[in-house]
Antibody, heavy 122, light 107 residues
Framework: EVQLVESGGGVVQPGGSLRLSCAAS????????MHWVRQAPGKGLEWVSL????????YYADSVKGRFTISRDNSKNSLYLQMNSLRTEDTALYYC???????????????WGQGTLVTVSS | EIVMTQSPATLSVSPGERATLSCRAS??????LAWYQQKPGQAPRLLIY???TRATGIPARFSGSGSGTEFTLTISSLQSEDFAVYYC?????????FGQGTKLEIK
């Protein structure tokens, strides 16, 4: 069974940093691209970032470009999101998600983890 | 950026009836369109990808159609567990974008 478990969320002041992790199991991790998607409280879904299976290609939403960095350690079956210069508008539940097909990024997301909550507040 | 617009924002339907949800893209996304279901306190779950292909384990009462800019998710006979929020997502262009969601509620 595929499992994705996020961790690392918490409360941080504006301008601060946080590193999220996503532990993956149940599939060959380096065969699949991975996403981060966030959801502000009571709001819809916002795509944040994507990394290819080998880690060689990364993509970011304009809202986080230059502040967030996605990475992965395939030896540890883990995905990361380094978040710097955090703003109040970054407050959200952050989900990691696997793509449905291997060796491509132009596909849907499935499954999703349960999310980790990031609160940016003074 | 491609804008995905879902309608209606809220849909009230009785159990056993059919529900039809719409999603419109601001430009063509071919068939690179997915539908997700999200229940309160849960992560989104993939229902449909490629505009019309049901994901593994999704009941046959869920069906998707459309291509280009107009898409539809149909639930043929609503069960109690189907009342949730539904999102469409395009993965044809960067950035990948989601619709704002349709809340399907019990009438």
């Amino acid at each position: 069974e595929v499992q994705l478990v996020e961790s690392g969320g918490g409360v941080v002041q504006p301008g601060g940093s946080l590193r999220l992790s996503c532990a993956a199991s149940g599939f060959t991790f380096d065969d699949y691209a991975m996403h981060w998607v966030r959801q502000a409280p009571g709001k819809g879904l916002e795509w944040v970032s994507l990394i290819s299976g080998d880690g060689g290609s990364t993509y970011y939403a304009d809202s986080v470009k230059g502040r967030f960095t996605i990475s992965r350690d395939n030896s540890k079956n883990s995905l990361y999101l380094q978040m710097n210069s955090l703003r109040t508008e970054d407050t959200a539940l952050y989900y990691c998600a696997k793509v449905v097909e291997m060796a491509t990024i132009w596909v849907a997301l499935d499954p999703w983890g349960q999310g980790t909550l990031v609160t940016v507040s003074s | 950026e491609i804008v995905m617009t879902q309608s209606p924002a809220t849909l009230s339907v009785s159990p056993g009836e059919r529900a039809t949800l719409s999603c419109r893209a601001s430009q063509s996304v071919s068939s690179n369109l997915a539908w997700y279901q999200q229940k309160p306190g849960q992560a989104p779950r993939l229902l449909i990808y490629g505009a019309s292909t049901r994901a593994t384990g999704i009941p046959a009462r869920f069906s998707g159609s459309g291509s280009g800019t107009e898409f539809t998710l149909t639930i043929s006979s609503l069960q109690s567990e189907d009342f949730a929020v539904y999102y469409c997502q395009q993965y044809n262009n960067w950035p990948q974008t989601f619709g704002q969601g349709t809340k399907l509620e019990i009438k």
